[in-house]
């Protein structure tokens, strides 16, 4: 069930990123909530169109000010959150691997990695995919995990090539704290 819910969270942000072209504000050095907060990477802003907003709602939406190139896809950060449920382990491998494949399956991509990583809230299972209809597309997803009230996925978009987006993914891991 969890799994499921899940899989519907990061089909809502691969949406909400699919809408990335459109003009943003200027960034904050952090983005603050109520249960928890992260950096804003350089490069980066929040979006001030309402669609945004309604996307993640309690969450963060960020998008690249501007291609790194003409043609790149325009990267996006969005940190959605999972429904409460039961508790559950976000270092268990086994279920790490199991939201990996479905992801992969429900988004038509390749799966790269799934792999438990060391974050700023402590060891969680994050995944990499490969669109499969456009190969220069990935997505880094990361699950944050306090408890089952306070669970995020952080979804990070990008053109492969973009090295700065991938650089920026890890900032948001590596600065997110807990409240």
Known sequence: MQSKITIR???????VCAWA?????????????ATFSLPVPSGFSKPTAERF????PGGVVLIE???VKPNMFLASIVVKKIASGPDFDPS??????????????QMDAVLKANQM???SAGNMCQWTLTNMKESNRGFIGTLMYKTR????????????SDRLAQDACAEVLKGWAFK
């Open 9 to 15: 969270i990061i089909l809502t942000i691969l949406i």
């Open 21 to 33: 072209g459109t003009a943003v504000a200027e960034s904050s050095t952090i983005s603050k909530r």
């Open 53 to 56: 907003v309604k996307a993640a």
């Open 65 to 67: 000010n501007k291609r």
């Open 92 to 105: 268990d491998s086994a279920l790490c691997k199991e939201m990996a494949n479905g992801m992969a399956a």
């Open 117 to 119: 990583v060391m974050t």
């Open 149 to 160: 009230d306070n669970a995020w996925i952080v979804g990070c978009n990008f053109d492969n």
